[in-house]
């Protein structure tokens, strides 16, 4: 008898007659393999082959490819059938997953009431790790069909995944010092230790590039950029995790910071507070990830992100106009490292984004897409690196 293991696969797709457990096994591998080269019509085939095995695990587990497969080829309707076929087998690994392909497709079709059905089947056989991931999904289906009670209810369940923790604890410890310095009688002292006072960073406080964004000139100072910071740091928390939310936010307070000390020179410049810098690179990210990642959010969420070029337009607008002392170079310097960030990053996997998906249109195999967007990353972390670099030897040149 031929040992399985050296069969060639592709001669199994052509042959008539059953197949073996190995052999069935064997095409699911071949299937998967060739969905991740991008293959897309031969992996179909190579499921199709496997329907109707006699065990509903096997040929479920095809068809789930085999709607994956069609999908990826821009065909939904017919994967979206596929997969419901699967929930007419009996109970199978892979009807948890048909469920939420259902439910998502169902979404995007606009039936969210149907949508909300196939969650809730989907969550009844979810894993302990997924069930917050659908109970949020089911929140903001909820929320958009106007049941704010089974919305709430919902997010209970998934709280640990929305709240944005960091965005918090940023805003609170930046109202908390910069009220200090301005009501305390330490004030003056706090300001100027912490402030971005450009000859003291050129001679090796380089600190004063992320302590600059706890003080500001003034409650209105404060008051907008806090603002800014509520709308778009939950955003960007929520999309890219906790964890990268703070090195999104450090990176672009050093990358604004640097170039006010680059740029912003002469003695009226000398010294300068804000978190506009942050903020603008936050900002920045968001406009990337709109346009490069597109992630699938509720309805605040989109809102806020279709206006946020609109918003940095106005922001750039006002800080050229304006009568008042602005940092223009940090907001610049912000923006352009959140721009690169934006390429750089790409969201939590918690997040769905229609970039993860193939794109219709698009028939570059998966590899080279994934090469297009190493490259991308490459260049946009090399600029980012450098540009600082540079803008850190301008300023020690001009403030030394």
């Known amino acids: 008898m031929e040992d399985p293991a050296r069969i060639d696969a592709s001669s199994l797709i052509g042959r008539q007659g059953p197949l073996s457990r190995d052999e069935a096994k064997l095409l699911l591998d071949h299937g998967a393999d060739l969905l991740a080269r991008g293959e897309f019509a031969a992996a179909f085939q190579a499921y199709v082959r496997v329907y109707g095995f006699d065990d509903p695990d096997v040929t479920a587990a095809a068809m789930l490819g085999a709607g994956q497969a069609r999908y990826r080829m821009d065909d939904e309707a017919s994967a979206v059938a596929i997969w419901e076929k699967i929930l007419e087998l009996p109970e199978t690994p892979s009807t948890y997953y048909a469920w939420r392909e259902v439910a998502a497709a169902r979404v995007r079709d606009g039936d969210l009431q149907g949508a909300i059905a196939a969650y809730r089947e989907a969550d009844r056989r979810a894993p302990p790790g ?75 406080e380089l600190w004063r590039l992320w302590t600059v964004t706890l003080v500001h000139a003034g409650i209105l100072h404060l008051g907008f950029n806090m603002y800014a910071l509520w709308i778009a740091g939950p955003l960007v928390e929520l999309i890219y995790g906790p964890v990268k939310m703070v090195v999104l936010y450090l990176v672009a307070a050093a990358a604004g910071s640097i170039a006010s000390f680059a740029f912003s020179t002469g003695e009226g410049n000398a010294f300068s507070v804000g978190a506009s810098g942050a903020i603008f690179g936050l900002f920045g990210v968001l406009f990337v990830a709109s346009r490069l990642h597109m992630p699938v959010l509720d309805r605040q969420g989109r809102a806020i992100l279709g206006q946020i070029g609109m918003l940095i337009a106005i922001n750039l607008i006002f800080g050229f106009v304006a009568f008042v002392a602005i940092d223009n170079f940090a907001h610049l310097g912000g923006l352009a490292a959140g721009l690169l960030l934006g390429v750089v990053f790409t969201p939590s996997s918690k997040v769905d984004t229609l970039a993860s998906r193939w794109q219709p249109g698009t028939d570059r195999p998966v590899h080279r897409r994934f090469l297009g967007s190493l490259a991308a990353t490459v260049l946009a972390l090399v600029t980012l690196i450098g540009g600082m670099a540079i803008g850190l030897v301008i300023g020690f040149n001009a403030w030394s």
């Open 130 to 204: 997924d069930k917050a991931e659908i109970a949020n999904r089911l929140g903001w289906l909820a929320k958009e069909t106007g049941n704010v009670r089974a919305s709430r209810r919902y997010f209970a369940r998934g709280r640990g995944a929305v709240m944005p923790y960091v965005t918090y604890t940023i805003l609170a410890v930046t109202v908390i010092v910069s009220l200090t310095a301005e009501f305390s009688a330490e004030g003056r002292q706090i300001v100027e230790l912490l402030g971005l006072f450009k000859p003291a960073v050129a001679e090796g």
